[in-house]
C-alpha cells in the first residue's frame, strides 16, 4: 500500500531535550516536506527536499533541522525543543516528475501526523 | 493579505442541502489547484483536484476562475459524513510553492 509513515503519532517531551520525527514514504516520491498545524493558522511549510541531499528552508524552519540522505526518509530533529514547538506536523511527499507539468498536477500525499506537546 | 483565504466558517448545514464554498488567492503565477478534506486531528486528504474547466466528482463539484482568482467547491446533497474541514491547496509555478488556505470548518446536522 502507498503511504508516508510518520512516528511516533504522540511525543510528549520537555524543553531542550533533543527528539527526531521520522518519516519514510514508499512511492519513489522525489520531494517531501514538513508542516505544523496550529490553530487559526493552518498548516506552515518548515522544511522542504526535492530530492537526496537536497533540503531548503519553508516558511518557519527556526529551531528544526531535517536530512536526507536517502530518497525515502525525511527525519525532522529538534535539536532543543521548547513550548512554542508544541503544535500537530505532518510531513508530506509528491511526485516532481520531470517538468513543471507533472509536479503542478502530483497532489501532496500526508503522513498521519504526530502530535508534540514540549513542556 | 493571505496568499490563500478561506472563510473558517463554521458552516453549518441541514442533510441534503448543497453548501459551496471559496478560496481566493494573490498569486496569479499559481499553476494548479486541489481541495483536501481534514477530520479532526487527522491527516488531510485529497478530496479532488481542480481543474480549468472544472470538474465533478459525484456530488463533488470544483471550479476555477482565473480572472477573480478563486476556486470554489460545491456539495450537494451533503451527508453527515461530509462534516469536516475543507483546506484549499494552491501551486506555483515552480516545486517549492505550496500555500494552504486555512480552512473552512463544514457542519452537517441530522
Known amino acids: 500500500e502507498a503511504q508516508v509513515t510518520q512516528n511516533p503519532r504522540y511525543l510528549i517531551t520537555v524543553t531542550g531535550k533533543k527528539l527526531t520525527v521520522t518519516c519514510s514514504q514508499n512511492m519513489n516520491h522525489e520531494y517531501m516536506s514538513w508542516y505544523r498545524q496550529d490553530p487559526g493558522l493552518g498548516l506552515r511549510q518548515i522544511y522542504y527536499s526535492m530530492n537526496v541531499e537536497v533540503t531548503d528552508k519553508g516558511d518557519v524552519p527556526e529551531g528544526y533541522k531535517v536530512s536526507r540522505k536517502e530518497k525515502r526518509n525525511f527525519p525532522l530533529i529538534l535539536e532543543s525543543p521548547s513550548p512554542n514547538q508544541t503544535s500537530l506536523y505532518f510531513c508530506?511527499?509528491?511526485?516532481?516528475?520531470?517538468?513543471?507539468?507533472?509536479?503542478?498536477?502530483?497532489?501532496?500525499?500526508f503522513g498521519n501526523g504526530t502530535r508534540l506537546t514540549v513542556t | 493579505r493571505k496568499e490563500v483565504e478561506q472563510d473558517p466558517g463554521p458552516f453549518n448545514v441541514p442533510e441534503g442541502a448543497t453548501v459551496a464554498f471559496n478560496c481566493t488567492y494573490s498569486?496569479?503565477?499559481?499553476?494548479?489547484f486541489f481541495w483536501y478534506r481534514q477530520d479532526c486531528r487527522k491527516e488531510p486528504k485529497l478530496l479532488m483536484s481542480v481543474y480549468s474547466s472544472g470538474n465533478e466528482d459525484g456530488r463533488f463539484t470544483a471550479q476555477l476562475n482565473r480572472a477573480s482568482q478563486y476556486i470554489s467547491l460545491l456539495i450537494r446533497d451533503s451527508k453527515l459524513s461530509d462534516s469536516a474541514t475543507y483546506l484549499c491547496v494552491v501551486k506555483a509555478g515552480g516545486y517549492q510553492k505550496v500555500t494552504f488556505g486555512t480552512g473552512t470548518k463544514l457542519q452537517v446536522i441530522p
Open positions: 498569486n496569479s503565477a499559481s499553476q494548479s
Open positions: 508530506a511527499s509528491s511526485s516532481t516528475g520531470t517538468g513543471n507539468s507533472r509536479w503542478d498536477n502530483s497532489p501532496l500525499h
